[in-house]
């Protein structure tokens, strides 16, 4: 094993010049992946439909090829899941990454090739771990072990000739065997399909492992670490695993659940790394750990980028630019092209550049998570900053949340409905929501022109709710585990509706 570690370790230094040149030459990247995309699909059935092989620059590929949203794609995603070869990518696909957020369906599947696992996910993995052996080099990281929770497989009774899963899982699944032995629990446990039986049986065969690193979904990541201290009959995770020196967290905003890792994982020799991972592709790492909700977008992951401004998306004036044209401080929606046929695909996230040199972006929402009933555009980011802000001045902790309007009724205006699970309650949720709406109002200019005097706004609501009342409900939708998460804000009342009523059928 000491053997093995000196090897990766000189890989993983090799991977970080590879880095460094990402940060230098991001377009020349951008470039090279553009063309060789291109190349690879011109003669798949997208391609052909769309006249790759007649396309020799940007400017042909924008006239060519339309954006577009999962729902257009998804009749040649169909023809993969039943089998068919070809379609959207020139190699064979026969894994899916399955998601939530369509409108046509339960579920969305996406492709996985084998170029994305290679070229994309695991360069990602390692590349985690170089930016942070790189800032932290007395680090003893890789002489434990990597905690990770995975998601879980299997097939579609619509599909069986395809393996469909959280993307998680299909990671650990495909792992070559020198990382499988360098990660816990063993792989049967991590890929289990009953959630709370995982976190059980994952509790108790990792609590006496040297674990010196966590991965994962802070949410589900919660869940367990809360569990693992249970049975050890502490408030300290480092009297469990005393050598846990790092968190490479992803897919939901760490801003509301840094306070609660403090507070469980307490002293200075802990860092957190987040990441921007998702079904579709690995987009961005932390790559400085002084700038927090600051990633350095990866841009030799075989992904080829565009943005158009999030207040176009959807009207005629959604032209997209790629990455040269993107200017810091302007709110953007992702278009990808991809390794695993994805053309021109709008993912749904929205992102804010915080720097152009290097190319760093912070997450700053969803294309559709966000409340603007009554014109006060209030998006992801200011509601997991506002919380935040409102946890430290009010000595609360909150594990998860959602948000959606009140409408206006005849004789009452209008107001948001926050509904809150609290790892520590405040004193009273009226001096907390009180705290929300004074951050809201300084973060959101719309917001607090709707609040002043009342106008269109009332104060937010916000109800505390029962601990495991999001697991729960998340478990009613079979979305539990891996990349599922709460929708953090609705322009609808269907969610916050639904576990209103499946609290108040319960009795909670």
């Known amino acids: 094993?000491?053997?093995?570690?000196?090897?990766?370790?000189?890989?993983?230094?090799?991977?970080?010049?590879?880095?460094?040149?990402?940060?230098?030459?991001?377009?020349?990247?951008?470039q090279a992946i553009f063309k060789t995309l291109l190349q690879a699909g011109k003669?798949?059935?997208f391609g052909r439909a769309h006249h790759f092989a007649q396309i020799r620059s940007y400017a042909d590929f924008t006239k060519q090829v339309p954006v577009s949203p999962y729902e257009e794609l998804y009749p040649y995603i169909e023809r993969m899941l039943k089998g068919e070869q070809?379609?959207?990518?020139?190699?064979?696909?026969?894994?899916?990454?399955?998601s939530s957020g369509t409108t046509n369906a339960r579920s969305k599947f996406i492709p996985v090739s084998a170029e994305a696992l290679r070229d994309c996910h695991y360069k990602a993995g390692a590349d985690l771990i170089s930016i942070y052996l790189e800032q932290k080099?007395?680090?003893?990281?890789?002489?434990?072990?990597?905690?990770?929770?995975?998601?879980s497989l299997g097939t579609h009774p619509q599909y069986p000739q395809s393996i469909t899963g959280d993307i998680s899982a299909l990671i650990m699944k495909n792992l070559p065997w020198w990382a499988q032995i360098m990660r816990t629990p063993t792989l049967d446990v991590a890929l289990m399909d009953r959630w709370e039986e995982k976190i059980e049986r994952i509790a108790r065969l990792t609590i006496n492992e040297d674990v010196t690193s966590l991965g994962g979904v802070p949410t589900w990541t919660v869940a367990l670490l809360r569990r693992v201290m249970e049975i050890k009959g502490t408030n300290n995770l480092l009297d469990?695993?005393?050598?846990?020196?790092?968190?490479?967290?992803?897919?939901?905003?760490f801003v509301p659940y840094r306070g609660l890792f403090r507070e469980m994982i307490p002293g200075a020799q802990m860092s957190y790394i987040e990441s921007y991972n998702a079904s579709e592709g690995f987009f961005a790492i932390q790559d400085d750990l002084g700038l927090e909700n600051q990633m350095l977008l990866m841009?030799?992951?075989?992904?080829?980028?565009?943005?158009?401004?999030?207040?176009?998306?959807?009207?005629?004036?959604?032209?997209?630019?790629?990455?040269?044209?993107?200017?810091?401080?302007?709110?953007?929606?992702i278009v990808i092209s991809t390794n695993a046929g994805l053309w021109r695909y709008l993912i749904g996230d929205t992102v804010r550049f915080t720097s152009t040199d290097p190319y760093r972006i912070c997450i700053s929402g969803r294309t559709r998570n966000f409340i603007n009933a009554f014109g006060e555009e209030l998006i992801v980011e200011n509601a997991e900053t506002a919380i935040s802000r409102a946890c430290a001045e009010t000595g609360a902790l909150v594990s998860n949340f959602t948000a959606a309007p009140v409408y206006m009724q005849r004789r009452s205006k209008g107001g948001h409905e926050w509904l809150i699970e609290f790892a520590r309650e405040p004193q009273t949720t009226d001096i907390f929501a009180a705290s929300l709406d004074k951050h809201l109002r300084s973060l959101n200019s719309d917001y607090d022109a709707k609040r002043s005097h009342d106008i269109a706004l009332e104060a937010p609501i916000v109800q505390a709710v029962p601990?495991?009342?999001?697991?729960h409900w998340l478990g009613r939708q079979g979305k539990l585990g891996g990349q599922h998460k709460v929708p953090r804000l609705s322009n609808s009342r269907e969610y916050v509706d639904e576990i209103a009523g499946m609290?108040?059928?319960s009795g909670g």
């Open 1 to 30: 094993m000491g053997i093995l570690r000196t090897l990766i370790t000189k890989a993983l230094e090799q991977r970080f010049r590879r880095i460094d040149r990402m940060r230098r030459e991001p377009l020349s990247g951008q």
């Open 43 to 45: 003669n798949t059935a």
């Open 86 to 98: 070809n379609v959207l990518w020139n190699t064979p696909v026969t894994q899916f990454s399955k």
């Open 137 to 151: 080099p007395g680090s003893r990281v890789l002489q434990g072990k990597n905690l990770g929770i995975g998601g």
């Open 240 to 253: 469990v695993w005393p050598n846990l020196e790092v968190f490479l967290h992803g897919a939901v905003s």
């Open 299 to 333: 841009t030799e992951y075989g992904i080829f980028y565009e943005f158009i401004p999030a207040e176009h998306v959807g009207t005629p004036h959604a032209e997209p630019v790629p990455l040269e044209g993107v200017k810091p401080g302007i709110n953007y929606a």
């Open 467 to 471: 601990p495991g009342t999001f697991a």
């Open 503 to 505: 609290l108040q059928a």
